[in-house]
Structure formats: structure tokens, C-alpha cells
């Protein structure tokens, strides 16, 4: 994730040596915060998505599961998705055997229920705002040049210790001369406190909203079949 807009980038010279040192830093702390929550609803606009979707196979197929609380049905793992399904409460079993085999055989199995949909039930629970944490992970400075006591320029970059915090400096021998101070590009992270998880923002939005959009074809497509 580029960070062009809220990057601060300034050269101090020691008054003393000579030498010049590279400074750049975010001149948007809130980015941070806005982050999280950008995550945040994303996630929880996701989650709207496969309960939507549940509530409306349902509404057509078993009107009796139907209620204010019908939402995607969500557990730990295949086993516990089928003992609700069986359960007295539920009974999808015998409402619906088709959407039964259905959750089973194709939802449960082949959409990424335990590393896509599980955690996004478990993040969309939670308060976005205290426990995904955005992080810095790496940060690079692209495109610095210096200028050499000869008239020579070098282009050259650099790159953080990972989750090293702002300000990010680069020291120059005497001698030296900073053209161009390049520009600051960093990978933010969610860092989900509850399982520890780093998450890059980008490909976990990226690879979330794939799968849902899976599941949801998946799902239309068992209702044409079914001839609702």
C-alpha cells in the first residue's frame, strides 16, 4: 500500500560534520486509525453479504428457518456446521435435505470455510476499532538520489527493519548531497489481536471479497438448479 499522500519527507544537515541525514515520516497519523476502520466495515459489509444470501435461500427453500435472528450459519468446522443443520432447533436436515447436502458438500468443503469465512465471522464479532490494529510491516524509500563530491549521482533506496516506527532517517557520509528524496511506500498490516494474525490489509480484503463472491454464485446457482 503506497503511502504517497501522507508522506513527510525532509534533509538535515549537521552544522558540526556536514553530513546530511534523510528523514521521512507520516504527516497523517489518523491514516491509521482510518485503516482499521476502513477494514472494519469492509469486513462486516462482507459478512451483510453471506447473511443476506442465507436468508434469501431460505426465505425460498425452508420459509420455516426464517426468523430475526437467521443469519449464515457460521461454526467452527464441518462437524459442528452439521450437528446445527441436525439440530432440533434447525433441522435442515429434514426441512431441506438439498440445501443440507448443499452447506456440506459444496459450501463447507470448497469455499475456504476455515481460513476465509471463519475468520471473517470471527473479525466481524469484534470491536474494529481496538482489536485490528493497523501495524507497519516494511517500509521502503524508493527512488532516493545523491549527489557525490565529483557531480555524480547515485540512485539508490532503502528499506526498514520490520515493524521499525516512524521516523525512518538514512545517514550520509560528508560529501554526499540528497537531489531527490525519494518517496515513502510501506505494507500495512492488520494485526488481529484476539489470534495474533498479521493480516496485509490489500490481499486480505482482495482474497475475502473472492470467496464471498464464490460462496454467493454458489449459491445462486444451487437455486436455479433447485428451480427457485
Given at each position: 500500500m503506497a503511502l504517497y499522500e501522507t508522506d513527510h519527507s525532509m534533509v538535515k544537515v549537521d552544522p558540526k560534520s556536514g553530513e546530511e541525514t534523510l528523514i521521512h515520516d507520516f504527516s497523517d497519523p489518523p491514516f491509521f486509525e482510518d485503516a482499521a476502520l476502513i477494514l472494519g466495515d469492509a469486513i462486516h459489509n462482507l459478512k451483510c453479504a453471506l447473511d443476506y444470501t442465507w436468508l434469501e435461500t431460505i426465505t425460498r427453500m425452508a420459509p420455516t428457518l426464517v426468523d430475526d435472528r437467521a443469519k449464515f450459519p457460521v461454526r467452527k468446522n464441518i462437524n459442528e456446521l452439521k450437528g446445527w443443520m441436525e439440530s432440533e432447533k434447525a433441522r435442515v436436515h429434514t426441512v431441506c435435505p438439498a440445501l443440507y447436502r448443499f452447506m456440506l458438500d459444496e459450501i463447507a468443503a470448497h469455499t475456504g470455510w476455515?481460513?476465509?469465512?471463519?475468520?471473517?465471522?470471527?473479525?466481524?464479532?469484534?470491536?474494529?476499532?481496538?482489536?485490528?490494529?493497523?501495524?507497519?510491516?516494511?517500509?521502503?524509500?524508493?527512488?532516493?538520489?545523491?549527489?557525490?563530491?565529483?557531480?555524480?549521482?547515485?540512485?539508490?533506496?532503502?528499506?526498514?527493519?520490520?515493524?521499525?516506527?516512524?521516523?525512518?532517517?538514512?545517514?550520509?557520509?560528508?560529501?554526499?548531497?540528497?537531489?531527490?528524496?525519494?518517496?515513502?511506500?510501506?505494507?500495512?498490516?492488520?494485526?488481529?489481536?484476539?489470534?495474533?494474525?498479521?493480516?496485509?490489509?490489500?490481499?486480505?480484503?482482495?482474497?475475502?471479497?473472492?470467496?464471498?463472491?464464490?460462496?454467493?454464485?454458489?449459491?445462486?446457482?444451487?437455486?436455479?438448479?433447485e428451480g427457485f
Open positions: 476455515e481460513w476465509v469465512i471463519l475468520p471473517l465471522h470471527r473479525m466481524n464479532n469484534r470491536d474494529k476499532h481496538r482489536l485490528l490494529l493497523p501495524v507497519l510491516s516494511h517500509v521502503h524509500i524508493k527512488g532516493i538520489e545523491v549527489e557525490d563530491e565529483n557531480g555524480e549521482r547515485h540512485i539508490g533506496s532503502g528499506v526498514s527493519a520490520e515493524l521499525q516506527k516512524p521516523p525512518y532517517c538514512i545517514r550520509y557520509r560528508r560529501g554526499l548531497h540528497v537531489t531527490n528524496k525519494g518517496e515513502l511506500t510501506a505494507l500495512i498490516m492488520i494485526e488481529d489481536v484476539e489470534s495474533e494474525d498479521r493480516l496485509p490489509v490489500l490481499e486480505t480484503i482482495s482474497g475475502y471479497s473472492y470467496y464471498v463472491a464464490r460462496v454467493v454464485k454458489l449459491f445462486e446457482a444451487f437455486l436455479e438448479l
